[in-house]
């Protein structure tokens, strides 16, 4: 369970350019909900995220996941708690190491990282394991580099990082904005798999309104710094995208 | 070239692979461009000689180097992780008060080593000091790659390909920025120490220009071997050390360029600049536009 309590978020505090994000927000997300998030620009689903994530730090309020105040902890503190895949498959994964240790960083997330050599015969064959599950023919890839791969590669190897290691919730950052239709269709397919497999908590930003209810649990629609709409259930599940485009 | 001279460049370059090995740390694996280096190297020799002249043992004093370098590293991260210094900036401030560090270490601008033991002078035979720079890179070079190789040598590699997204994988890049450059700076301070007792001295002049003769080994390296093996990229640092020098010692010898002893640093700056460009000029004539992907 995640908690976000009285969160307050200024930029630029006491600069003629001072904007207020957020002003006593709060959220609650149950264990293995999965809830996606829709907005116009600057509704603050980014801010959003970054406060889960730690990349942006909260004025006040309070950040609680299962019972651990993580409000002032730094992101890579929050590590061992948030598995997250970036919008920019550029930016989200290493392009000048291998697949394989791109993979190891992500299987060391929440561990202390020793003098143990990285690689080994027994991790490469699990990593094997998890990416021919993809069925992207990335296993027999392991010692390319991760900059050879496609957008949408690149994207199914982030997402498998992201749920090596066990999360408390695993955040979703507008993940399939960069991709071609095919491979976004790919990619959601993916996602939706891996939650159901793993049970997992998620929270991913879309700008899909037909995405936003078709996947996950639960639905919420942010429109500068509020939730404006919390859509769950029945009443999630009798709404259709253009209905959605409605409410803005 | 004679042969003196040939094995005089192979013992300065593998001796200055260290330095290059260091500045491929900062360089390249954090990417974190230190100037710390050029006043690390005469302190890891001020160091060594002032510790040897006092009588102290020659391994003590080789480890004391190594220490005393590695602090001014981490000084250096401390002021740009701590304080959000600029990294160029926080180099060389940390280089400059070294200037005055050094002198108070050896008390005066420079120490001879005469009659004091040094760590070559357990060994007997020829070529003395080139077979132990020989071995010390062996094992430096093991070190290194055992260490870069290791969970924690990745994550610091992480860290100069992508330091956005290494937080999100628990990837402390604070703390792995003061490990490089205490490491790095670790290393050059180890070759101030060995080239004072190589060469019989310890100047506060010596590290004019350390970083840019370590950056020029680096280029010139790795222009030599391909990159996606560890081993490759740290052997090439020594290797790119090696040709360095050599190429000096040629320009400096033969007879129809009239270069000169003097001319040393300038030679430098301009081989780190062709360096530099050429993969550049390569790319504007011979790779044409991929239209299709």
Not at chain 1, 32 to 61: H, R, Y
Not at chain 1, 194 to 218: D, N
Not at chain 2, 122 to 146: E, Q, T
Request: glycine share 10%; hydrophobic share 50%; net charge positive.
């Amino acid at each position: 369970m995640i908690t976000l309590n009285n969160i307050s978020v200024t930029f630029g505090k006491g600069s003629p350019l001072e904007t207020t994000v957020f002003e006593d927000f709060n959220l609650l997300i149950k264990s293995g909900e999965f809830v996606t998030v829709i907005g116009g620009n600057g509704a603050g689903k980014s801010t959003l995220m970054n406060l889960i994530s730690g990349d942006i730090l909260s004025n006040s309020g309070s950040i609680v996941l299962d019972n651990i105040a993580v409000t002032k902890w730094p992101t890579h503190k929050r590590a061992r708690l948030i598995s997250r895949v970036f919008q920019d498959p550029l930016l989200g994964s290493y392009a000048d190491l291998t697949i394989e240790e791109n993979l190891n960083l992500a299987f060391s997330r929440g561990k202390s990282r020793t003098l143990k050599m990285a690689l080994s015969a027994s991790l490469r064959e699990q990593f094997r394991e998890r990416l021919s599950h993809m069925a992207l023919n990335l296993e027999n890839r392991l010692n390319d580099k991760m900059g050879l791969l496609s957008g949408g590669q690149r994207q199914a190897v982030s997402l498998v990082m992201a749920t090596l290691r066990p999360s408390k919730i695993l955040l979703l950052d507008e993940h399939t904005a960069a991709l071609d239709p095919k491979m976004e269709g790919l990619i959601l397919e993916l996602t939706q798999r891996l939650i159901q497999e793993k049970q997992l908590t998620a929270l991913m930003i879309t700008h899909s309104m037909s995405q936003a209810l078709e996947l996950g649990t639960r639905t919420l629609m942010m429109h500068h710094g509020k939730i404006v709409r919390d859509l769950q259930g029945e009443e999630r599940n009798q709404l259709q995208a253009k209905d959605l485009v409605g409410f803005f | 070239m004679n042969m003196i001279q040939f094995l005089g460049a192979l013992e300065i370059g593998l001796l200055y692979g260290l330095v290059s090995l260091g500045v491929y740390l900062t360089f390249r694996a954090i990417n974190f461009p230190d100037l710390t280096v050029d006043g690390t190297f005469p302190l890891g020799a001020a160091v060594a000689a002032t510790l040897l002249v006092n009588g102290v043992h020659p391994i003590l004093a080789t480890i004391a180097a190594i220490f005393a370098g590695g602090l001014a590293g981490f000084i250096t991260g401390y002021l740009h992780v701590r304080w959000n210094i600029l990294g160029l900036l926080a180099g060389i401030l940390t280089m400059t008060a070294l200037y005055s560090v050094n002198l108070r270490i050896m008390g005066r601008p420079n120490i001879a080593l005469l009659s004091e033991l040094t760590l070559f002078s357990y060994f007997k035979g020829s070529h003395v000091v080139l077979w132990s720079m020989f071995g010390i890179i062996i094992g430096v070079l093991y070190l290194l790659y055992r260490f870069l190789a290791s969970q924690f040598g990745l994550a610091l590699r992480a860290t100069g390909i992508n330091p956005r997204v290494s937080p999100s994988y628990g990837i402390n890049i604070g703390l792995m920025t003061l490990i490089g450059l205490a490491a790095s700076n670790g290393l050059v301070a180890l070759a101030g120490a060995l080239f004072a007792q190589a060469h019989g001295f310890a100047d506060i002049s010596l590290g004019t220009g350390t970083l840019i003769t370590g950056l020029a080994s680096v280029i010139v390296g790795e222009s030599l071997l391909p990159k996606h093996r560890l081993w490759f990229v740290l052997i090439a640092c020594v290797l790119g050390s090696i040709l360095y020098r050599l190429a000096i010692a040629l320009a400096l010898n033969s007879q129809f360029a009239g270069l000169q002893a003097q001319d040393l640093n300038l030679i430098t700056a301009v081989l780190v600049v062709i360096a530099m460009l050429v993969p550049k000029i390569r790319q504007k004539f011979t790779l044409k536009p991929r239209q299709n992907l």
